[in-house]
């Protein structure tokens, strides 16, 4: 397609497409590894160069894929030799806070950590927060409606986005960037581009909703005897807490004891062996933040032997290497060839027993391999890192983990999004009459099928 390429030159610039072996060293993704494949990786710089260059793509019928920050886990911004790359990471402005509204209006390609430290400046808190948060874009957390740690406080990116300025494939751009948290005029445009993974348009911009600040925070590893005491205090500390709980991350003990052995990046902060870890947070507001709330939260669980030990950080310091046990996968990439993570929802009251026929399941299957469980028991949100298994059973696994999740009503995805990785099970969690649905919005909006082809599902299925 040369001579598309140098249409698409002449509107971004010499520098700004790269081809060939231009692309050596353009990583293909965080978890992916490798080069970039592509037929030409393309930077713009605004959201009307974007449209110029759909406008050129969609005539050619040529096929874009959206890129951001490439640290999504279902494939979904995976491109290969025939597909034009589009990069938005020339696009990174971040405009003042409107302290009034509360609101900050963003490129998409802006990094989540620095949106985070813009609303810290004004104190004020973005919501938002996950463990690729100094690698992600704005528009990629949109694209996937990601979720993260925070949310049984904050919600999900859904939650967070007010107004969504996209491109579609035909070059039409679309604005719905009032911010208001009450706009009660009709079909919601911006939130089918949430969670649409760039199939539906290219997200350029965004006004997102930022909260007060918190007057201090309160993070704390307890050790739990049971499933039962484990949703017991999961009760007894939103309830006490008043909304201030903010997160509530469940470890099984197989995952607390790799993740802190000595193939692992973090220490062991407790050494008593119990079945299950947590690791909560708590946010306090107000001029006089009751700092030992937490504490005395802490001293009655233990009382009441829903508790057997715990710990409460007194630094940052502390407070990240306690989160370090839950967000490093340094052993993982360490001892294991490769790991076949999974993301499912379901209801916290079945999340054991789910876990318990899973691990059997593979056991029985391949017996050698290894299961380990953690996630966000706050919002009934489970992942799974499954290793030691030879990667060319990967199918075969995914039909273990999905066809057992369809006896709880499950989620085959609670926040990484279909992408490649999960599209012929989304039937799973999807009904004929929502998929045709979606089949439709696409149809719609980009009947040619150009933006991200073959992701989330075939049209033709």
Request: glycine share 10%; charged share 25%; with cysteine.
């Amino acid at each position: 397609m040369p001579e598309l390429l140098d249409q698409i030159r002449a509107i971004v610039g010499e520098k700004n497409i790269l081809s060939g072996d231009q692309l050596s060293g353009r990583s293909a993704g965080y978890w992916r590894g490798g080069d970039l494949q592509a037929l030409a990786l393309v930077r713009p710089a605004t959201t009307e160069e974007v449209s110029r260059i759909l406008v050129l793509c969609n005539e050619a019928s040529q096929s874009v894929v959206a890129v951001g920050g490439a640290t999504g886990l279902a494939e979904a911004h995976q491109t290969d030799e025939t597909e034009i790359a589009l990069s938005l990471e020339r696009m990174t402005a971040i405009e003042p806070v409107d302290i009034g509204s509360r609101t900050i209006t963003v490129e998409a390609g802006a990094i989540l950590q620095n949106v985070q430290e813009a609303a810290a400046e004004e104190n004020l808190m973005f919501g938002l927060d996950l463990g690729a948060r100094a690698s992600c874009t704005i528009g990629g957390t949109i694209a996937t409606n990601a979720g993260g740690n925070r949310v049984i406080r904050y919600g999900m990116m859904r939650d967070l986005t007010l107004g969504v300025e996209a491109v579609l494939a035909d070059g039409t751009i679309v604005s719905s960037m009032s911010g208001f948290l009450k706009n009660n005029t009709g079909y919601d445009i911006r939130q089918m581009f949430v969670g649409a993974e760039g199939t539906l348009g290219v997200i350029t911009k965004a006004v997102l909703r930022l909260h007060e600040a918190p007057s201090s925070m309160g993070t704390a590893l307890l050790c739990i005897p049971s499933w039962d005491a484990l949703l017991k205090v999961l009760r007894k500390l939103d309830r006490a807490m008043g909304g201030g709980l903010v997160a509530f991350e469940a470890l099984w003990r197989d995952f607390y004891e790799f993740n802190t052995s000595e193939h692992a990046e973090a220490d062991k902060p407790l050494e008593t062996e119990t079945d299950y870890y947590v690791i909560l947070e708590t946010f306090e507001f107000g001029d006089d933040p009751d700092s030992s709330r937490l504490e005395d939260l802490l001293g009655t669980l233990i009382e009441d032997e829903l508790v057997i030990d715990g710990l409460i950080t007194k630094s940052e310091d502390e407070r990240r290497r306690i989160w370090d046990i839950r967000e490093s996968f340094e052993a993982e990439t360490k001892l294991y060839d490769g790991s076949m993570s999974y993301d499912i929802s379901l209801p916290q009251s079945d999340m054991e027993n789910y876990t318990n026929r899973l691990k059997q399941a593979i056991a029985i299957r391949w017996p050698d391999g290894i299961v380990y469980t953690y996630g966000h028991v706050g919002d009934g949100n489970l992942h799974y890192s499954i290793v030691n298994i030879d990667w060319n059973a990967h199918e075969a696994v995914d039909g273990v983990v999905y066809e057992l999740l369809k006896d709880y009503g499950g989620s085959i995805s609670a926040e990484h999004g279909i992408g490649l990785e999960k599209k012929q099970w989304l039937g799973i969690s999807r009904s004929e009459a929502e998929m045709n649905i979606m089949r439709g919005i696409k149809k719609t909006l980009d009947p040619k099928g150009i933006l991200n082809p073959g992701k989330l599902f075939d049209m033709n299925d």
